[in-house]
């Protein structure tokens, strides 16, 4: 059976997708993207997200949402939104996996401090070294580099690009350049991983005691939902009262998306993915809750991501990415032979070195990065 019939026709469909840069024959008893998400969830990039921070640190608890917590999150609620527009599930979900493989250590701390260093040699960036592991990265194919994606799962981990790193990417970096849109299915992988980490962000930042229902209660639509917890389970407290508030919060706001999205796509009279390139962004909250989110994200940063404790350990992270940089860079011999350069006419190419040493350190896990770390520092360490 062709597990793409019942798509809209709008959907990114594997017969109309622009393919893959090594050709390779059709697999037989799956879709294309079905095949690309089983080759990510094989990819080592994506075992390492088990021990990456999404915002606490790995060792700071058990319960906190790692990468891999949060990619999994994001695939479920790009998936039920998805089936409700017949939209490619198996694309959203290929791409809401891989979105975050990218990422370094310690969050967006080690993606500043990454950046920092590679100031004078391209710069760093999350979401280019995400597509950066899938195109070349991973070793686990006779025949080429990285995982040999589809376009349409490239294109969706592409979320964001300047203009001059557009210009050197070719087919992946055109949309930048002639302000188009992706495929539906990247538009809606990009808002689900906002509802995602906007709403387990709550609950980690409850948890780990940063935020206080107190602080909560202020904001409208944390207060709006647990009113109406309390309103179905009069006395309802703690944990159970927090996460009756939470899914109430991430119902409403994959409900407003499905709704505000159909009208959109409605409105734009549709009929093919060319259509959807040429058109504005049509996955959308309704202006109302666009409004809630945004307010949402606001509190989190002021109220979570700057809390005097985040910072601490922020601070710290930063020291170990560049420390761990500078001391690659001063003395290159210190790598792993993978990580050396090991052509001769590229000895001594700095912006070639400074590369391989940043793909290293972007691949490390949080606990990996502090043990490389003590390893190089201590002196009683081996
Ligand atoms: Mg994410």
Redesign the pocket.
């Given at each position: 059976m062709d597990p793409e019939t019942h798509l809209a026709p709008y959907a990114a469909h594997s017969a109309h997708s622009r393919g893959r840069q090594f050709s390779e024959p059709s697999p037989s008893l799956r879709s294309e993207f079905q095949r690309d998400r089983d080759r990510i969830v094989h990819s080592t990039a994506f075992r390492r997200l088990e021990y990456k921070t999404?915002v606490f640190v790995n060792h700071e608890g058990d319960l906190f949402r790692t990468?891999l917590t949060?990619?999994i999150e994001?695939a479920q609620i790009a998936r039920s939104i998805a089936r409700n527009l017949q939209l490619n599930e198996d694309l959203v979900e290929a791409i809401s996996l891989a979105?975050?493989l990218g990422?370094t250590p310690f969050g967006h701390a080690g993606q500043e401090a990454l950046n920092a260093c590679m100031k004078d040699h391209g710069g760093f960036e999350h979401n280019l070294q995400s597509l950066r592991v899938v195109d070349s990265l991973e070793e686990r194919y006779g025949a080429f580099d990285g995982l040999n994606l589809m376009f349409e799962t490239r294109e969706g981990i592409l979320k964001h690009c300047s203009l001059t790193n557009a210009k050197k990417l070719g087919d992946i970096g055109q949309r930048f350049i002639r302000k188009k849109q992706p495929t539906l299915e990247a538009q809606l992988a990009n808002l689900a991983?906002e509802i995602?980490?906007n709403n387990h962000d709550i609950d980690d930042g409850l948890r780990s005691g940063l935020l206080t229902i107190g602080q909560l209660d202020e904001v409208d639509f944390y207060a709006r939902h647990k009113a109406a917890a309390e309103k179905e389970f009069p006395g309802i407290a703690g944990r159970r009262a927090i996460n009756e508030t939470v899914r109430r919060m991430i119902n409403t706001l994959i409900v407003d998306l499905i709704n505000a999205s159909k009208v959109r796509i409605g409105d734009a009279q549709l009929k093919t993915v060319a259509d959807v390139r040429s058109a504005s962004t049509l996955i959308t909250f309704s202006e109302d809750v666009a409004r809630e989110a945004i307010f949402l994200k606001r509190f989190l940063r002021e109220n979570l991501y700057q809390h005097h404790q985040v910072n601490r350990m922020t601070s710290k992270a930063r020291r170990i990415v560049t420390e761990l940089f500078n001391a690659f860079m001063t003395e290159p011999s210190l790598l792993a032979p993978d990580y050396q350069i090991k052509h001769a006419e590229q000895a001594g190419n700095l912006p070639i070195q400074a590369r391989k040493v940043a793909d290293y350190i972007a691949g490390m896990t949080d606990r990996y990065a502090i043990r490389e770390h003590r390893r190089l520092f201590a002196v009683d360490e081996i």
């Open positions: 999404q990468r949060h990619s994001v979105h975050d990422h991983d995602a980490y």
